[in-house]
């Protein structure tokens, strides 16, 4: 009869260990999948910053005409526009 107790103890915590090892593997992974989404997290929070201050930015009326003149060749009508062709020996030299 005792050796019959002592097995089953023996099985009982041979399981139990085997249990606290699955555990032990699972909180290892849990944790890998917390600090990926910490990072991607952080990159979310610059990403929506960054957004912000565009926002901030364009929803200034003259700063939407100045990127849209730096982007096109747009101008208001009373504007004139003066395009400057760099000589071809500074052309021959940049694209050296």
Do not use: C, H
């Amino acid at each position: 009869m005792k050796n019959i107790i002592n097995i089953l103890l023996i099985l009982a915590i041979s399981f139990l260990g085997w249990q606290f090892f699955n555990l032990y593997i699972r909180n290892i992974s849990l944790e890998k999948s917390s600090n990926e989404l910490s990072v991607l997290t952080e990159s979310i929070k610059i990403e929506n910053e960054n957004l912000a201050s565009d926002i901030s930015y364009f929803s200034n009326p003259e700063n939407q005409e100045k990127e849209l003149k730096s982007k096109t060749n747009y101008k208001k009508s009373d504007e004139k526009m003066i395009i400057i062709i760099p000589p071809v020996s500074a052309i021959n030299t940049i694209s050296q």
